[in-house]
């Protein structure tokens, strides 16, 4: 395989069976999202947790820009809408859960659409993105369905700030506030982490920063997931646009500028490779990175190409 220079080069010292991984991947190779396709389907409407950052009106932040929300489909239509995609874009290669709410909050939903998929489809490379609550009681099921790789929207690991980011979260069948509740999420994240790099499954965390709330802090996180076996940290921008609405609770909060955003990205580059092409696609995304075919691929059109 043929990596180009400067991704090479980035993920040199990657040991090898994680290179072979990320090789070839259009999120990761800076080289391969000029040749390969990826797609997201929007299986999953549930969310276990309320991030301030977050408006409903929208897919999950965890992955994905503002914008119209995704067209929900069951299982069956989502695979349905892969092998359509896959017959018609042959540079598909991979397949991501992403939302609109989190994959892992919709257990049944995610696994029945992986299951399919690893059966009807398995050349097609699967992933999943979480906000990690309910991650350590997946990861079995997780390592099931071959999942090449795994994101964590990690944002804090200090429940303090932690409180200023999540107002609750839903834990075995009730509402948790507070600095509480950050300290179940982080916990959990950690777990799920740890759980998954014991059992060789790459995890990338993803983190949004948000001015004010966690700029200084995610250094630390970045030393933290890093150290933890994380293969890859990146840090986006929170999307403080008007019609995204205003951070909930914090009126008025921005967005970080270019420059903050990259002084960050570099402070945590460390000797970590940073992706700083993630184009936060959204749940339903489908083609070449920083593409969007999704509209030729509804479900009325599927349904017409049979
Ligand atoms: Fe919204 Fe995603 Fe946060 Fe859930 S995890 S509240 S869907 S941003
Ligand atoms: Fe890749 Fe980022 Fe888009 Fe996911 S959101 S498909 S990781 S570029």
């Known amino acids: 395989s043929s990596g180009c220079g400067s991704s090479a080069d980035r993920l040199a010292h990657l040991p090898e069976a994680i290179r072979a991984k990320i090789d070839n991947h259009p999120c990761f190779s ?43 489909l069951t299982p069956d239509q989502a695979v349905k809408k892969v092998l359509a995609v896959a017959a018609n874009i042959p540079q598909m290669t991979v397949l991501g859960i992403a939302g609109p709410g989190d994959p892992l909050a919709n ?8 299951r399919q998929l690893s059966e009807k489809a398995p050349d097609i490379r699967l992933c999943v993105s979480t906000n990690g609550l309910a991650l350590p009681g997946l990861v079995d099921e997780i390592c099931k369905h071959n999942i090449e790789h795994v994101t964590i929207t990690i944002n804090c690991v200090d429940p303090d700030v932690g409180a200023k980011i999540y107002p609750w979260i839903f834990w075995n069948n009730r509402r948790i506030k507070g600095r509480k509740a950050a300290e179940i999420l982080i916990a959990q994240q950690q777990k799920g982490l ?97 593409e969007d075919r999704g509209h030729e691929f509804t479900l009325d059109k599927i349904e017409a190409m049979e």
Do not use: W
Request: with cysteine.
């Open 30 to 72: 800076e080289d391969a999202h000029h040749h390969y396709a990826r797609m997201h389907v929007a299986v999953a409407p549930a969310c276990n947790i309320q991030c301030h950052y977050c408006n409903r009106k929208y897919d999950c932040s965890n992955e994905s820009r503002p914008g119209v929300v995704s067209e929900l």
């Open 107 to 114: 257990p049944e939903r995610t696994l029945e659409t992986f």
């Open 194 to 290: 740890e759980m998954l790099v014991e059992r060789g499954v790459l995890v990338k965390v993803n983190s949004v920063l948000i001015p004010g709330v966690n700029d200084a802090h995610l250094k630390e996180v970045s030393r933290i997931v890093k150290e933890k076996g994380a293969f890859l940290h990146n840090v986006m921008p929170l999307i403080a646009e008007p019609e995204h609405g205003t951070f909930y609770g914090l009126m008025g909060q921005r967005g970080p500028t270019n420059e903050e955003l990259q002084t960050l990205q570099d402070a945590c580059a460390g000797d970590m490779a940073m992706m700083r092409h993630c184009r936060q696609c959204r749940a339903d995304a489908v083609g070449m990175l920083g």
